[in-house]
């Protein structure tokens, strides 16, 4: 075994390492992956360390001892295409454009074929060796796999707040109390991000998009989006982040002051208009359609892409081996999808050998993909959303419909729903085993409960719910909550403060007689 240094020009279109690059007529190089990146250079030279092997490589091909050349790597890149369609429409990602030809959805199509040019193996490792690192943009959650994001991208254009890596939390107590002894039970709380949600994954790749296009004197002044509140948070500050102006169509009286105040705070120009969110998503098409300003919504399928990687990322958490549930809130309904694409990229290149089942979970104020599901698949229809303390997913609509239906569909996918009651219920119960959960990971936990109880999901099996958004968002649900404030609800775990003089014995009588119920 000998050791040999080598060092050579990357390209930003390429991953650091190929291995076809690292052969000799009677030795191959093996390589140990690390992540030197700088950021500043789209070419640049890096060492490798390579240790020599006696056995050549299953790539080498040879005849009568010559060498045969080794072909050109195929560029990494993704285009535009219509979705779930056979056609050859395409557009490039520089484009402005959201609906195909025929008025229907985009979905945004990476080259497979030269992403397969590495085996899974490799882009486990490489995936693994950037995560926490702070050369920029790879110590992302996202950008750590630009190449199946926005693979064409400069690094100089990207909009990052090293967003994503979030916690995979094992809820042992609540899953063990809660559930029938669960003992496999995880939530992945996407919310403990930059803005406090899982947009965020979304909003980096779309803005950096939007940063490049601006670059490249395209006729984009701002970006603009309606908004139950998350989306308008996320795109407010990356919009800052890059100096973008930022448009913000909200609900009037729909959504939580803390979500209110974020885009206030990041300059946003808010428009609070007196209609639901579908109301917002239809004047927000119609402005941009006139406007410079360019559609953040999820209709915009770019946001997906950065979505897609929370999916890579649990996968990455439990060493690469597949969860058999994901759990998911459901309401403009492009997050099922992006988990969905996430697994089944990991699946089609290799790095895992299937992909989990996916539960998508809906308000039952809210609920038209479980009517759809219900009734078979059968004639969707809006329905009208009525108030909800998931007021993020508070959407009749669904703009990504088409997309939940095949995602469910392939991936032998189920669709729940929880009441007003049940999904603040099952968020108390959850905070109290030391969590602080959203209304909307509410909703996803009551999908568990029911699925658990008609022994559709084991107790064993490896479950994962998705928990959307920082529970800080709703304290004045949670504090109605516990206060009992609620109309109509009973409030079964409510955990009110216990008013009590400032003396000795009256601390003391209250004090025992506490310690007396828990002990």
């Not at 999916?311 to 809130?329: K, N, S, T």
């Not at 409960?449 to 958004?469: F, M, N, Q, W, Y």
């Amino acid at each position: 075994m000998s050791h040999v240094y080598i060092t050579y020009l990357i390209s930003d279109n390429y991953p650091l390492f190929h291995p076809l690059l690292f052969h000799t007529s009677n030795m191959a190089y093996t390589y140990s992956p690390t992540t030197t990146f700088f950021p500043k250079h789209h070419l640049r030279s890096t060492t490798i360390n390579c240790t020599s092997s006696s056995s050549p490589p299953p790539t080498t091909v040879t005849t009568n001892n010559n060498r045969q050349p080794i072909p050109p790597l195929l560029p990494f890149s993704a285009k535009y295409v219509p979705f779930n369609s056979i056609t050859d429409e395409s557009y490039s990602l520089d484009e402005i454009i959201y609906r195909s030809s025929s008025g229907g959805l985009l979905d945004v199509q990476h080259d497979m074929n030269a992403l397969k040019q590495f085996d899974g193996k490799y882009w486990r490792t490489l995936f693994d060796s950037r995560v926490g690192r702070t050369t920029w943009p790879y110590g992302s959650g996202v950008w750590s796999k630009k190449e199946w994001v926005l693979p064409e991208i400069d690094n100089d254009d990207i909009i990052s707040c090293f967003e994503g890596n979030s916690n995979l939390f094992w809820a042992e107590r609540y899953g063990k109390e809660n559930l029938s002894g669960m003992n496999d039970l995880w939530v992945k709380h996407c919310g403990i991000s930059h803005t406090g949600s899982f947009k965020d994954l979304g909003m980096t790749v779309l803005v950096s998009q939007v940063n490049r296009l601006r670059k490249m004197n395209k006729p984009l002044v701002g970006v603009g989006c309606a908004s139950t509140g998350d989306t308008s948070a996320a795109l407010s500050a990356y919009c800052a982040a890059a100096g973008i102006p930022s448009i913000v169509f909200l609900p009037a009286n729909k959504i939580s002051m803390a979500q209110l105040v974020q885009p206030i705070a990041n300059g946003a120009f808010v428009l609070s208009m007196d209609t639901d969110f579908d109301g917002c998503m239809k004047l927000i098409r119609e402005i941009t359609s006139e406007l410079p300003i360019y559609l953040a919504n999820s209709l915009n399928s770019l946001r997906l892409e950065g979505q897609k990687t929370a999916a890579i990322e649990i996968l990455q958490q439990f060493d690469w081996e597949v969860p058999d549930w994901v759990i998911i809130p459901g309401g403009n309904l492009g997050n099922i999808y992006a988990f969905y694409k996430g697994f089944k990229m990991c699946e089609e290149l290799g790095l895992v050998d299937r992909i989990p089942r996916l539960v998508c979970a809906q308000a039952a104020n809210a609920n038209p993909l479980y009517l759809n599901y219900k009734s078979g698949w059968k004639n969707f229809m809006p329905v009208k959303a009525t108030t909800t303390f998931a007021s993020a997913i508070q959407i009749g609509d669904p703009v990504s419909i088409e997309r939940a239906v095949y995602a469910l569909k392939n991936s032998d996918g189920i669709v729940e729903e929880a009441t007003e009651e049940e999904l603040m219920d099952e968020m108390a119960a959850a905070d109290a085993t030391g969590m602080f959960v959203c209304p909307h990971t509410g909703v996803a936990l009551v999908a568990l409960r029911k699925l658990r109880e008609r022994g559709v999901i084991g107790r064993s099996d490896r479950t994962v719910v998705v928990s959307t958004a920082h529970g800080l968002k709703f304290s004045q649900a949670k504090i109605d909550y516990h206060s009992k404030a609620i109309e109509g609800m009973g409030c079964q775990f409510a955990n009110p403060p216990v008013e009590v003089k400032a003396e000795y014995g009256a601390v003391m009588d209250v004090l025992t007689k506490y310690l007396n119920n828990v002990s």
